[in-house]
């Protein structure tokens, strides 16, 4: 029952290095999508993935790049971290794409530091 | 001005309330709207969700969406402690690219 599985749980990085956090999920959905959740600012989507093969920029891309790597396993890569970068990442997964009674499963998140 | 405006809170009522959450937004393309509850380190799980304007009953909870008013509203009632959560309102036109609130800090207390 680990539906969606994010790693690292937490991550400290100095400013330009780079770092891959890794998704993954088990319940054969076919969408897959990047937040990062800033205090005051809500969840941002930052990539997403409406099926396999495809990826698209979301609100905040910026620095950031992904790969879908399978139907279960979505990637987030900061290729020169900067401390703007600091924040917590969270993976979703859903069935669909475009309907309202698909909904988002959200892994526990990665809580990354730039220093 | 975002998209979607919520109010931080803290929110702190005495077990047994009715709470009240609200959303408003800007943009009148929204039809789908979503209510997201999360615990302090967990990622956020569904609540609600509704489809354009109306009401929605889930056991103690009830979801309305006025569009006329581009307002949204999460009644809960005989709130409990188990409630202390950050709620977030999300809206899309579409389905799943959400567009969410900064979330709501819930507080119940014994």
């Known amino acids: 029952n680990a539906g969606v599985t994010q790693t690292p749980k937490f991550q400290v990085l100095k400013t330009g290095q780079s770092m891959t956090l890794q998704c993954a999920q088990d319940m054969n959905h076919n969408s897959m999508y990047w937040y990062r959740q800033d205090p005051g600012m809500g969840l941002r989507l930052i990539y997403y993935s409406a099926s396999e093969g495809t990826t698209d920029k979301g609100e905040v891309p910026n620095g950031y790049n992904v790969s879908r790597l399978n139907k279960r396993e979505f990637s987030l890569r900061l290729e020169s971290a900067a401390p703007s970068q600091t924040s917590v990442y969270f993976c979703a997964s859903a069935q669909g794409e475009g309907r309202y009674n698909s909904p988002l499963h959200f892994g526990n998140g990665t809580r990354l530091t730039v220093t | 001005q975002k998209e979607v405006e919520q109010d931080p809170g803290p929110l702190s009522v005495p077990e047994g309330a009715i709470v009240s959450l609200n959303c408003t937004y800007s943009?009148?393309?929204?039809?789908?709207f979503m209510w997201y509850r999360q615990y302090s380190r967990k990622g956020p799980e569904l609540l609600m969700y509704t489809y354009s304007s109306g009401n929605k009953e889930d056991g103690r909870f009830t979801a309305q969406v006025d569009k006329s008013s581009k307002y949204i509203s999460l009644f809960i009632r005989d709130s409990q402690p188990s409630d202390s959560a950050t709620y977030l309102c999300a809206m899309s036109e579409t389905g799943n690219k959400l567009v969410f609130g900064a979330g709501t800090i819930l507080r119940v207390k014994s």
């Open positions: 943009n009148s393309a929204f039809q789908y």
